[in-house]
């Protein structure tokens, strides 16, 4: 507030400044007006100007941390700010009689929740930007706990401003805003056959172990509380109970935001995580039967009372799987038939995810079970079903959506914390509280982990156990739940939400900070860091096989027994629904391995090549060259496992005939190296535009909303196919002239295989173009800035390189204007022809395939109703239909002038 | 089987293999129990054909690799202890380290597992995975899915990720390098009843 008090005068002159055209009585008006209004309703419009301003310079603090570059960046976002706002003052009484017409208004009001949302998610981000540019702070202290430190800091200043907190956490935002995304990507993101292999174990540790903490958290308070350890607190056993409940749960947020930073093995990780997602359940149950029996009132509380809940434990918990599981299936069958809405499909993805979560929420089930299972069911079938960018986006969104609610989560628990309304200190019972706590996770988990071990496969190392013990960390869904007691039921509501809030931050911080150097100390087994081999991914499979034969013949019905029936039935009938019939094929993990890994090569290859600055060196070099380790996982991180299509491009030592079949997944890869390599964007931009083919109709649509490639014109791809032809005429007139025309090889397997893995982009990409629908287009010079960009300007990349380096004599003539020879028909025949049958001159000087792109630009589809004027008559001789058959006319890349068809 | 009679006493060098083995005594005696119930013709010996009739091993694509396993080159037959000695390396590690290291590897230490898994492959014993070989249970697992082709890639590029001697083919070294991220003892494990 006082910081609008000091603005509010430079509102003043600079509303006299700017609006000079406004008389002054208006402007009296205005500031008596803004007076009346600041008396009445302070707590309303000018602690919301006083937020707008914090927040702006909050912004302009962090940008001002960020370093020294930020004095520029700090000025921007204050100073239009500042203009706006002044500016329109002018007119912001909206009952004030209109003596002119506003040029503008200031409508504060009308946008005040968006713009206060929107801004606290951009001060959240830039915090978090802030946070994680200091290695060296992260390093030590997690993320989570910086969060709320800047919350405690955020807090401070929206105290300071209002003298009160006008931003908690409340639980409806919370819980129908914040948690789903975080839920949903921990399902979607979830190791399947992980958790399911430690299914059991991960339930008794949710069930028991919650029941467990919550009854000896509730009872141990009460007994101290009996004992007279908290003073005079107007307490009850139920309500210790319901505490307990609440706080008994740890909180998948939070321990995905510490775990994730430690990296311990996989299986003490999914123990926590799993159990840290499943106990919501039992919370959620045991909250609402200890909220009922309080309401109750104990004496009313009989057997089959306790029954019902008992009952409705398994209703809540059974029940929102069974609807996740549903959602999942519904998720499936939905991107089983998206394919003409490819722009969309990803959407539905996060709707149903959703829908599934306020189902449940609809039906008192539980939520979270619901969406995390919605999440784990579908995951295999939409990445299977859903075309590759499509995937790529729903991981990214994901990715977004959660981290961003994360972080918002962790900084509004922080300001909460700076609330005086709250505080009511009892040290008994919040040290109690504490101790207890940790006391019980530690037991419960010991006790559990004991029973568990005469079971389990592999025991649970008593390492883990401390670190399981240790990571019982309690979070936001604890607090959302305090916030949602009745305070006409409980009376001392403040100090369970206080005591709450301490025991998060005790957990998130002391214990967040901690964990690495304990884990690191007691030499847990880190999760190792896995580089994707083949050999590896052929083994795993066959130890399931093994094991599998080893049950069966030992006459055991096991685990892995139960695994390779549920595998079957999956498909034979479920993947038969659910997932495209196209998808179905060819999807067996190690192919899709081997997929990713010769795409990776290939990557690799192509970077290699640009380092050098050309492909040349393919030429030079008759080694298989592996690049593996080089990119190592680069990107197998930004694709654990992507749905491989079959794709030939490996399969060229023995095939080079053969069809080279799409495979899908290359666009992301595409992209991925274009957000790489920006410099790599400039050039292929530049290149694009010299020498790719114009769209000639400048009347299209630049934009649309529902493709990335849309518009082609059948003629200018008929033109497209003349220009090729031109040009390779042209390159066979200068060979005749003696300057050797590009050649390309057909007799070293080995090199072939190098040069069809870039070879394979392209087709892939010529191919995902005709699968698409009529608004094929296949390539515009002038897209090359445009979102196609990065789908297009790969394979150019290459064959620009390609070009550069190899000294093509070939090159220069091509680079005359030939828009201007008219090629006679009889020439462009007979450059046709010697296409396909001047083999031995090629064999002069050998060229790479790579410049494969273009030679593919070649036999694209003809419109045999083209309109265009040259080499109609001629062309459709030659036109093949498939591009497939066509033998591959070896050919750098034509480049029409620039300037050519604009 | 579940005959209450069958005990230590009636198995044929039962102490021997349970001092051998790890197994437990509950364990062998249910071994027992299933290699009588295989042993259709109570001869006290298996034979291939008595392992083949075991229901979904004819779907396990690798199946009749395992039941070679069973029956070293030359070895027509099985008796119960060899049984039990090949089961006994899907035992986890840690079940038996009650018994002395003093003999030579037990089988179910990771290399005795790894050798298990090895001798999958190596079909014709010579140490190594030849390329065919690889191939051959490479065409059983992945099947129909994927063209002739790509499996003879996949094969080359899984020995050229494992072979470190260039050799083009991988020795059982080569092989144990190439899984050590992996955690055998998890991978190689069953949980036998007892």
């Known amino acids: 507030y006082c910081t609008y008090k000091r603005l509010s005068p430079g509102f003043c002159t600079l509303l006299t400044t700017d609006c000079g055209r406004t008389d002054r009585t208006k402007i009296g008006r205005w500031s008596t007006r803004r007076k009346e209004k600041k008396i009445v309703k302070i707590g309303n419009t000018s602690s919301g100007y006083a937020h707008l301003w914090l927040l702006v310079c909050l912004i302009s603090g962090v940008t001002r941390a960020n370093g020294d570059v930020a004095l520029t960046h700090r000025e921007s976002p204050l100073k239009p700010s500042e203009s706006k706002s002044s500016l329109n003052h002018s007119e912001h009484g909206h009952d004030s009689i209109i003596t002119g017409i506003p040029i503008v208004t200031f409508k504060w009001h009308h946008v005040e929740a968006p713009y206060i949302i929107v801004l606290w998610i951009l001060v959240a981000g830039l915090g978090k930007m802030v946070i994680e540019s200091n290695h060296h702070v992260t390093n030590v202290i997690p993320e989570s706990a910086l969060l709320i430190c800047f919350g405690f800091i955020l807090g401070g200043i929206i105290w300071g401003a209002d003298k009160q907190q006008t931003f908690t956490l409340t639980p409806t935002v919370f819980f129908f805003y914040l948690l789903p995304q975080i839920i949903l990507d921990a399902g979607y993101f979830m190791p399947n056959k992980l958790f399911f292999s430690n299914m059991g174990a991960i339930l008794v540790y949710a069930v028991i172990g919650t029941c467990w903490n919550a009854a000896s958290l509730g009872l141990s308070l009460w007994g101290c509380h009996m004992g007279g350890a908290m003073g005079d607190l107007d307490i009850g056993l139920l309500q210790y109970l319901l505490f307990g409940s609440l706080i008994a749960a740890v909180d998948p947020v939070a321990v995905i935001a510490v775990f994730e930073q430690v990296h311990v093995n996989e299986v003490l990780f999914i123990m926590v995580f799993g159990e840290s997602l499943l106990n919501d ?113 729903v991981r990214y969104v994901m990715k977004v959506l959660a981290n961003g609610s994360e972080t918002i989560v962790f900084v509004f628990l922080g300001i909460s914390a700076i609330d005086k309304s709250i505080w009511v200190w009892n040290t008994g019972f919040i040290l109690l509280t504490l101790l207890f706590i940790f006391v019980y996770r530690i037991i419960g988990v010991f006790f559990l982990t004991w029973i568990l071990n005469k079971f389990r496969l592999v025991p649970l190392e008593f390492i883990d156990q401390v670190i399981m013990s240790y990571g019982g960390l309690r979070g936001a869904v ?236 059948e003629n200018e791809v008929q033109e497209i196919f003349q220009r090729t032809m031109r040009s390779r005429l042209e390159s066979f007139k200068s060979a005749k002239m003696g300057v050797a025309p590009p050649k390309h090889i057909t007799k070293h397997p080995k090199k072939d295989q190098q040069q069809k893995m870039p070879n394979g982009k392209s087709v892939d990409k010529n191919r995902s173009y005709y699968s698409g629908d009529e608004d094929f287009e296949f390539s515009e010079g002038d897209s090359a800035s445009g979102p196609e960009a990065s789908g297009n300007s790969f394979p150019m990349r290459i064959s620009y ?87 591959p006319p070896p050919h750098p890349p034509p480049p029409p002038p620039e300037g050519d068809r604009m | 089987m579940g005959s209450n009679s069958s005990n230590m006493n009636h198995i044929p060098d039962g102490q021997q293999l349970l001092q051998d083995t790890g197994f437990s005594a509950a364990q062998i005696i249910r071994l027992y129990e299933r290699f009588e119930f295989l042993d259709k013709d109570n001869t006290g010996h298996l034979r291939p054909e008595d392992l083949e009739t075991v229901p979904d091993l004819d779907m396990n694509p690798i199946g009749a690799r395992i039941i070679g396993a069973f029956f070293p080159p030359g070895k027509e037959t099985l008796d119960f202890g060899s049984f039990v000695r090949i089961l006994a390396h899907f035992l986890p590690a840690d079940s038996n380290r009650t018994r002395a290291g003093a003999q030579q590897e037990p089988a179910n230490s990771t290399t005795g597992k790894l050798r298990f898994a090895f001798q999958l492959y190596d079909q014709d014993r010579d140490g190594k995975i030849s390329r065919d070989e690889l191939l051959q249970v490479l065409r059983s697992m992945l099947g129909l899915q994927v063209t002739e082709e790509q499996l003879q890639c996949i094969a080359e590029r899984a020995i050229q990720e494992a072979d470190a001697d260039k050799d083009d083919a991988i020795s059982f070294d080569e092989f144990r390098k190439s899984l050590e991220k992996v955690d055998i003892d998890h991978k190689m494990s069953i949980r036998f009843l007892r």
Not at chain 1, 373 to 393: L, P, W
Not at chain 1, 547 to 563: C, F, K, P, T
Not at chain 1, 843 to 856: C, E, F, G, I
């Open chain 1, 281 to 393: 359940g039992v919370t959620v149950v045991l909250f609402n039967v200890f909220d009922a029996f309080v309401s109750l009132g104990g004496p009313k509380i009989n057997a089959v009372e306790i029954i019902k809940g008992i009952i409705s434990f398994f209703v809540v918990a059974f029940g929102g799987s069974l609807m996740g599981f549903v959602f999942g299936l519904l998720i499936s069958l939905v991107t089983r038939c998206t394919k003409n809405i490819q722009v969309i499909e990803a959407g539905f993805v996060f709707v149903l995810g959703y829908l599934a979560y306020l189902t449940a929420e609809m039906l008192s089930l539980s939520a979270i079970l619901s969406i995390v299972f919605c999440g784990m069911c579908c995951q295999k079938y939409i990445n299977a079903n859903m075309d590759e960018r499509s995937v790529t986006t």
């Open chain 1, 478 to 713: 604890a607090y959302g739940l305090a916030t949602m007691l009745d305070e006409n039921k409980i009376k001392e509501k403040n100090l369970m939400v206080c005591t709450t809030l301490i025991v998060v931050y005790f957990t998130v911080i002391l214990q967040g900070i901690t964990m690495k150097p304990l884990v690191t100390w007691l030499k847990v087994k880190r999760a190792a860091v896995t580089e994707l081999t083949l050999i590896e991914k052929v083994q795993n499979k066959a130890f399931d096989h093994m094991l599998v034969a080893i049950e069966d013949i030992s006459g055991q019905i096991g685990h892995n027994y139960m695994r390779d029936k549920w595998k079957h039935f999956e498909e034979n009938w479920m993947s038969r629904f659910l997932m495209k019939p196209s998808a179905r094929k060819n999807r067996d993990h190690i192919f899709s391995v081997f997929h990713q890994l010769n795409l990776k090569d290939a990557m690799s290859y192509v970077a290699e090549g640009e380092r050098r600055g050309s492909l040349e060196f393919v030429r030079n070099e008759s080694a298989i060259v592996d690049f593996k380790k080089k990119f190592g996982d680069e990107y197998s991180e930004v694709m654990p496992d992507i749905m491989a299509d079959t794709s030939d491009d490996h399969g060229a030592v023995s095939a080079v005939g053969r069809n080279p079949v799409p495979s899908v997944s290359l666009e992301m890869h595409e992209q991925t190296m274009n957000g790489m390599r920006e410099t790599d964007d400039v050039n292929s931009h530049h290149l694009l535009q010299q020498h790719l083919y114009k769209g000639r109709k400048q009347h299209r649509h630049r934009y649309s909303r529902s493709h990335f490639e849309v518009n082609k014109d």
């Open chain 1, 801 to 887: 390189k390609a070009g550069d380096g190899i000294e093509n004599p070939a090159f220069m003539p091509d680079m005359d204007p030939m828009s201007q020879v008219q090629i006679p028909p009889w020439l462009a025949e007979a450059e046709l022809d010697s296409g396909m049958v001047a083999p031995s001159q090629r064999a002069q000087v050998r060229l790479p395939w790579t410049p494969s792109n273009l030679r593919r630009l070649a036999p694209l589809r003809n419109s045999t109703h083209s309109t265009d004027s040259f080499m109609l008559a001629d062309a459709p001789a030659a036109q093949p239909r498939d591009d497939d058959q066509l033998p």
